[in-house]
């Protein structure tokens, strides 16, 4: 007796009648996972010509000699659209390890037996990937199954849970067919999710990335390399790639948009809302390698008579900005640039104290058209997190933050 | 009339810019394989080909460039379709066991080939009095160093310059004063003999110029340069040009062997380093041309085949892989590697080492390889749900087919004739 059952395995195996007569050999096995997501629904066996189809309940037994079966009335096998057939589907192909935060090509499929009303049932448990899957694909077939579990037992396993799989499909009736979706991957880390989208194949990223939530997918979006950020919102309708863009970062959003032909970023831009719009078009406005085309305009600024209550005030209102946010700027009522107060100065006096009295000493600011090169060298020489920007007279524009910095670096 | 014309040259002429900057963009992967084709063995079988049979060789290049692109077309071209590589989609369509013997047999044919390099890097280098003991550890390490120091780029930027250093090839002939005349009619006149050792001259010359790890090392490569469909017209015509490019070097070292050696007494030559040893009478910047040519190409194979290798078997078998990754998150892809390059650079310091035995071993391997791998392929561009509109034409399938049968053939008949030699 076994408890634990592979699928290549399971393939090929005997299947045996009421009388012990032989029927005919597995073929496949399929889930319906719109039923049960673990269960194995049904197998294909191939009796001589015919194509069979064995419902998981007409089965008594398994064993590693063949399965037996405990009731005949078996139907001729038709395809239909709610099966994910485990050879046909799954085996070989690319899928995504939720847990280990990377793709994977499946190599084997492991089943755990359980009782169901007095017969066997298979149950998905894992899938397998790594030596010992491959030890007993290759060797499936003309070496007897005993043996090669012996054969197998000195290498160490390596699974993934049948919980933590996504099985990839890029197409969108298909996928609610199988009752797939990619909720798991929407509480990965951006740079993760993004790491294994860069793995998959064009067609399946964009299956991906227009599948999850647009917040995630921007996310995930921002942290993929620039050339293939190009070609998944090309491959996305102007709809659905507007939609994302608005969740991006202005400043990210306009540099993708930049790469992206004119004719494209133009029907995305006006598939999007009209605020994130007027913030990203405004950033296309400028050179790519000045501090324009480098900034971001999502800031605080106040009003210089403000206290430091209005500034708390203002953080609260700005929580999504919060993780980049470090410097609130002061501006007089033309809008231009008057002071700078690092975040953590505001815990240094009481809610009346006015944010003049906290403002750094030099006022650091760069204007629009000036170069990358001048920006990165201030950061270094004054040790800042943020630079604020301004355009020719002076009213500020948007600020640069290090982690802008740091990529510019990296491009070199 | 007039007014439009200016207006239309302005923008043919932005047309045409916007053209090259594709080429550029795309520019690498088909360019680099197709000179990589030209590594230590190749080099050596064109060699002899020009020290026995002078000029009249030449002609087998324009089929061979034929053959060349319509087979390394196919894999630019499955690799932006479908932006995986070649070893993923046998595996996908074929099944494990398939993708798992092939590419046993690709590692076991790449390090014969990885172990000529090192004997040529070690033959090149000698003809300078640097010793192998030297040279290649030295060369095996810088090796194994600029792959997993570097990033995708610059080693592609460093491939491009040895593939611009393929050029000491056409000086080195230019050098030799061969009979230009000569060399441009038997470029385009067949001459067939009922000679054996003719035929058999003729067969290499094919062999050595399509070997199964190209097919995955440039469609990886494809893959990994992120070459999209809509970019693919460039990339064929930078596939196109790389593979011209190749037979005119092979071109060069044919008539420069044929110029200094068949001129003054044909003869067989049986290493790369006797080839340019014997042009040095004739001219001491030939000579010193052609070593570093030689030199330059061992090396740059030596670079390529075992980092191509390892990444195709992890790709295919699904262990981890890459540069990028750690030494402790891709074991199997570095330890493969760093065999790879370690056996294949030991082996030329072993003093007794049959070599040459080794190296017409993997010429057949090569041989029952190759057949696989062409109907693997043919069979997965025409697949309608792999590549959408993007499969063979009917005439082109015809082509391809032909092409695959002639390969075939040939190899074959390589592998029997090597075979034969080798049990003698």
């Known amino acids: 007796m076994v408890d634990l059952l592979y699928f290549t395995e399971l393939l090929g195996l005997e299947v045996f009648d009421l009388k012990g007569r032989r029927i005919g050999r597995v073929e496949d096995a399929a889930l319906v996972p719109l039923v049960d997501p673990v269960r194995v629904d049904r197998y294909l066996v191939r009796a001589g010509w015919a194509w069979l189809t064995v419902r998981h309940d007409q089965i008594q037994s398994f064993s590693l000699d063949g399965i037996r079966l405990r009731d005949e009335l078996l139907t001729p096998y038709h395809d239909d659209e709610y099966m994910l057939r485990i050879a046909r589907d799954l085996l070989d192909q690319q899928i995504i390890d939720v847990n280990g935060r990377k793709a994977v090509r499946v190599t084997d499929v492991t089943f755990e037996l359980m009782k169901q009303n007095g017969g066997d049932v298979l149950w998905v448990l894992e899938v397998d990937v790594g030596m010992r899957s491959i030890v007993r694909r290759v060797s499936q077939g003309w070496v007897p199954r005993k043996w090669i579990r012996r054969l197998q037992a000195p290498i160490p396993p390596r699974s993934i849970r049948w919980e933590f799989c996504n099985i990839v499909e890029p197409d969108p009736q298909r996928r609610l067919r199988l009752n797939i979706d990619y909720r798991k991957l929407e509480n990965l880390h951006p740079a993760d999710l993004a790491d294994i989208v860069e793995d998959l194949s064009p067609e399946e990223r964009s299956a991906v990335i227009e599948t999850l939530d647009s917040e995630v997918a921007a996310d995930a979006l921002s942290e993929v390399d620039p050339k293939m950020q190009v070609s998944i919102l090309e491959s996305l309708d102007a709809e659905t790639a507007a939609d994302i863009v608005e969740e991006m970062a202005p400043d990210e959003a306009a540099d993708a948009l930049a790469e992206l032909e004119d004719e494209t970023s133009e029907e995305i831009l006006q598939e999007m809302e009209v605020e994130p719009k007027s913030d990203v078009t405004e950033l296309l406005e400028y050179e790519e390698d000045t501090a324009g085309g480098l900034m971001n305009t999502e800031y605080v600024a106040l009003d210089e008579g403000a206290t430091i209550a209005d500034a708390m005030a203002a953080v609260r209102a700005n929580e999504d900005q919060l993780e980049v946010l470090n410097t609130i700027f002061l501006i007089d009522r033309e809008g231009r640039l008057t002071g700078a107060v690092p975040l953590g100065r505001l815990f240094t006096g009481g809610p009346e104290t006015p944010l003049k009295e906290l403002v750094s000493g030099t006022l650091l600011q760069i204007p629009t058209e000036a170069k990358k090169g001048r920006v990165t060298e201030l950061f270094d020489k004054y040790n800042i997190l943020t630079l604020p920007v301004v355009e020719a007279g002076g009213k500020l524009a948007g600020a640069i933050t290090a982690d802008d910095v740091i990529s510019v670096l990296r491009e070199r | ?424």
């Open chain 2, 1 to 424: 009339m007039t007014v439009t014309a200016p207006a239309h040259r302005a923008s043919l002429w932005k047309k045409s810019r916007i053209q090259l900057a594709l080429f550029f963009a795309v520019l690498g992967p088909g360019f680099i394989t197709a000179m990589v084709d030209n590594d230590s063995g190749g080099i050596l079988t064109y060699s002899q080909a020009g020290a026995r049979w002078g000029y009249l060789p030449l002609w087998t290049l324009l089929p061979i460039t034929v053959l060349l692109i319509i087979t390394q077309e196919m894999n630019s071209r499955m690799g932006a379709v479908t932006g995986k590589g070649l070893q993923d989609l046998i595996r996908e369509e074929f099944g494990l066991r398939a993708t798992f013997f092939m590419m046993v047999t690709l590692v076991v044919t790449n390090l014969t080939n990885v172990m000529a390099e090192f004997a040529g890097i070690a033959g090149s280098l000698e003809l300078f009095g640097i010793s192998r003991y030297i040279s290649v550890p030295i060369c095996a390490a810088g090796v194994w160093f600029l792959i997993v120091r570097g990033t995708y780029r610059s080693v592609e930027k460093i491939f491009l310059f040895a593939s611009a250093l393929y050029i000491t090839y056409i000086i080195s002939a230019v050098l030799l004063k061969p009979d230009w005349k000569e060399s441009l009619i038997y470029s385009f006149k067949p001459v067939l003999m009922l000679d054996t050792d003719y035929i058999v001259m003729l067969i290499a010359m094919v062999g050595t110029s399509i070997a199964p790890w190209m097919q995955f090392y440039l469609q990886a490569a494809v893959v990994e340069k992120g070459v999209t469909v809509k970019e693919y017209g460039a990339s064929r015509f930078e596939v196109i040009v790389g593979c011209i490019g190749t037979s005119v070097i092979a071109f060069f070292i044919i008539v420069a062997c044929a110029a200094a050696i068949w001129a003054t007494g044909p003869r067989d030559i049986d290493d790369p380093a006797t080839a340019a040893l014997a042009l040095k009478p004739f001219g001491k910047y030939a000579f010193v041309l052609f070593s570093a040519g030689l030199f330059n190409a061992s090396l740059f194979a030596a670079s390529i085949l075992p980092l191509s290798t390892a990444y195709s078997v992890c790709e295919g078998l699904g262990f981890e892989s890459g540069v990028n990754k750690r030494f402790s998150e891709a074991p199997v892809f570095y330890w493969l590697y760093t065999l790879l390059i370690a056996v294949g650079a030991g082996v030329v310091l072993l003093p007794h080492f049959p070599l040459v035995k080794m190296i017409l071993f993997s010429q057949v391997l090569n041989g029952v390889l190759l057949p696989v791998v062409l109907i693997f392929m043919i069979k997965l561009i025409n697949k309608k749900e792999l590549m959408g509109e993007w499969t063979n034409s009917r005439f082109y399938n015809w082509v391809s087919w032909v092409s695959i049968v002639l390969i075939i053939g040939l190899t074959a008949a390589l592998a029997g004739i090597t075979a034969r030699q080798a049990w003698k």
